[in-house]
Nanobody
Framework: QLQLVESGGGLVQPGGSLRLSCAAS????????IGWFRQAPGKEREGVSC????????NYADSVKGRFTISRDIAKNTVYLQMNSLKSEDTAIYYC????????????????????WGQGTQVTVSA
């Protein structure tokens, strides 16, 4: 049974850091493109970051460039999102999603391109 499980969310002060994890079962992440998305209250879900199946290419939303880093551990079949210098506007539910490795990298932020989704983990940035 295919399953994506996010973890690592929580409450953090502005300027703090969190590392989100996306653990997969029922599929091998090395064969897929993995994206991180987020949805803030009252807003549409947006793409945050993506890593391709080989790990050779990553993408980031402009709002998180220089602060977030996506990575993966093939042995653990897990993808991570390291989030530094967090801001209040980063508050959202964060989701990981799996898309085909043939996906055009220019479309990485389009959620309809992703087939499987985790249940999300809440990140709250507040003093």
């Amino acid at each position: 049974q295919l399953q994506l499980v996010e973890s690592g969310g929580g409450l953090v002060q502005p300027g703090g850091s969190l590392r989100l994890s996306c653990a997969a079962s029922g599929l091998t992440l090395a064969y897929w493109r993995i994206g991180w998305f987020r949805q803030a209250p009252g807003k549409e879900r947006e793409g945050v970051s993506c890593i391709n199946n080989s790990g050779s290419s990553t993408n980031y939303a402009d709002s998180v460039k220089g602060r977030f880093t996506i990575s993966r551990d093939i042995a653990k079949n897990t993808v991570y999102l390291q989030m530094n210098s967090l801001k209040s506007e980063d508050t959202a539910i964060y989701y990981c999603a799996v898309g085909p490795r043939t996906m055009d990298g220019n479309n990485w932020y389009r959620e309809e391109r992703y087939a499987y989704w985790g249940q999300g983990t809440q990140v709250t940035v507040s003093a």
